[in-house]
């Protein structure tokens, strides 16, 4: 599991940062041929209309937190999203130099869409797993999550 071999060689595709980084960018390309091109939306638009969905109105920085993306990426997704009429971007009535995002009805109405095509992803994603080594790995990502995040959080200490 540490990436290097027998004979003490490092190899890249037993790392597992390399996996799951590899998992990841596959699992990218799928939602996004099979779902997010059709809509038009990149990763980070899809995750910030979810977010913003979800919650209802989030600052930018909250955006940020739930989609653990950067400022930059967040910006750039709520300016797509804005351009596309997906989201309204408004001042913040108790921060003169705050913004608020909120989905438009364009935006709620593909919101609403997202837990059936989700759904589907997820099949499509899990389908090479039994139910239980889904349920396990959806357990070991959860506990990874939230222990590297717990790494992070004392790293900026």
Known sequence: ??????????????FLPYRLSVASENVSR??????????????????????????GVLSPTAAGEYTSMDKVKVSRAAASLA?????????DPNDGRGRLLRLTRKGTTIFTGLPTAA?????????GLTATEASNLQKILLKLIDHTRGTLSSDSE
């Open 30 to 55: 799928i939602m996004a041929r099979h779902y997010l091109d059709g809509l038009g939306l990149g990763m980070p638009e899809w995750r910030l209309l979810a977010a913003v969905g979800r919650h």
């Open 1 to 14: 599991m540490s990436g290097t071999g027998g004979n003490g060689e490092f190899r890249l595709e037993d």
């Open 119 to 127: 759904g589907q992803m997820e099949q499509t994603i899990l389908g």
């Open 83 to 91: 351009a596309r009429g997906l989201l309204k971007q408004s001042q």
